[in-house]
């Protein structure tokens, strides 16, 4: 789904507090009944006249039945509401274009306010799931707060985590800039996924080095579960000492699916990263290895090795507990979201979803979605590709 900022500078601070109303209400409510929100706001009279106004840009749906109407929140409104915090906080300026749409994610280049030009990650999850298998909408729905708010928001939170504590310890990963519900900022790197990458003049040297940050992320704790070629991004810098007179630095990103060494299916994960690779780079560049493995035994000797830290035990405590690595991974196993490696894995399913929400579920609810009008043109279009954006703060 796209990312429309178009709207963002005509928010006024009532709309936010209407809109934050509404997110911290659909934490208990599946629909939240319009009396609530004002007696949240705080806004009295003025309530109204926000929520026909954010109703008006998408930002939350209305929805009624027999018994009461209500809001929820779409990811329209939760993308603002992201934004409108990397904003107050500095971390992004403007929202440029969109660079990667992934099974569950968005992609786009965005500016900081002294014009760096960053990365901005929005994670989707439940947006091909809620399509394509009923089981996984039931599965949300009977828990507790498993919504596709929810677990996207556990995807950004997971993601962040790691890529400081990844970061903080000297692995090629992009900086961490900041994060806020289910989207995360970090610096953007400047190269092509390896995927795009035809031949390389030492496929021998860049293999050995991939091989070599699988094995330090199993010293420090961890296995990716994703290490592939769509998630390696490989820098070209001219040296000419390099073979070829480039040398490759590969960096490593996509992180929502890392699991620790001690995880019950850690092999299983640890060998299918280690034959990703080894399948790219026979099939793209003709290139196998003379030494078999590394095998999962070999890693698990490596774990603390040279007082490295367990940084899945660190990321359990700073923040990211393993309840919340459970229900993220439990729901990530139902609806089959397994790493772009997954040879089963396809990215042609993925549909624009109608509503724009994410939520796919009205055939089964007994809540109508109301139609509301075309919002008006409320100025002259003044925004190219580079939206920057005002917001009343
Ligand atoms: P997904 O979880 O959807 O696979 P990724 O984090 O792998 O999302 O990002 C999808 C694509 O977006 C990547 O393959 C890459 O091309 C691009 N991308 C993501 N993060 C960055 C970044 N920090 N710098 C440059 N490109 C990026
Ligand atoms: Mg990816």
């Known amino acids: 789904m796209k990312l429309d900022t178009k709207y963002m500078r005509y928010i006024t601070q009532e709309d936010w507090k209407v809109l934050t109303a509404v997110e911290m209400l659909s ?39 027999a018994k009461y109407d209500g809001y929820r929140l779409t990811y329209g409104g939760l993308d603002y509401l992201a934004l409108h915090t990397h904003n107050n906080k500095s971390a992004v300026y403007s929202v440029g274009n969109q660079i990667g749409v992934g099974k569950e994610s968005d992609i786009f280049v965005v500016a900081s306010p002294t014009g760096r030009q960053l990365v901005l990650k929005i994670h989707r999850l439940g947006r091909i799931s809620f399509r394509t ?18 677990m996207s928001r556990l995807a950004a939170l997971k993601e962040y985590a790691f890529l400081v504590a990844l970061r903080e ?27 795009q990458i035809a031949s390389v003049p030492d ?128 729901y990530m196993k139902s609806v089959g979201v397994d790493g772009d490696g997954d040879p089963n894995a396809t990215r042609a399913d993925l549909e624009e979803d109608a ?20 919002a008006k043109p409320v100025a002259k279009k003044v925004w190219a590709d580079d939206v920057e954006f005002t917001t009343d703060r």
Request: proline share 6%.
């Open 27 to 65: 934490k208990n409510h599946e629909v939240v009944p319009t009396k609530l929100i004002g007696q949240q706001s705080h806004l009295g009279g003025s309530t109204a006249r926000s929520i026909s106004a954010l109703a008006k840009i998408g930002l939350i749906a209305r929805l009624r039945n």
């Open 133 to 150: 298998v009923k089981a996984n909408r039931d599965y949300l729905r009977n828990k507790q707060g498993g919504s596709w708010m929810y």
């Open 169 to 195: 310890h000297n692995f090629p990963v992009p900086e961490p800039i900041a994060q806020s519900r289910h989207t995360l900022v970090m610096s953007l790197i400047d190269a092509f996924p390896m995927r």
């Open 203 to 330: 496929p021998a040297s860049l293999y050995a080095e991939l091989i070599a940050m699988i094995l330090r992320l199993a010293q420090y704790g961890l296995i990716h579960g994703d290490f592939n070629e769509f998630n390696i991004l490989v820098e070209e810098k001219p040296d000419p000492a390099a073979k070829g007179g480039v040398a490759l630095t590969p960096i490593l990103i996509d992180f929502p699916q890392m699991v620790s060494v001690d995880h019950a299916n850690a092999e299983y994960y640890f060998d299918r990263d280690v034959n990703c690779i080894k399948r790219f780079f026979k099939r793209r560049f003709q290139f196998t290895p003379t030494e078999a493995g590394p095998h999962f035994a070999d890693a698990r000797k490596l774990i603390g090795k040279d007082g490295a830290v367990r940084l899945d035990v660190n990321v359990e405590a700073s923040g990211f507990s393993r309840k919340q690595a459970k229900e993220l991974e439990a």
């Open 355 to 374: 509503n724009g929400d994410g939520d796919d579920d009205e055939e089964e609810s007994d809540f109508v979605e109301e139609e509301e009008p075309e």
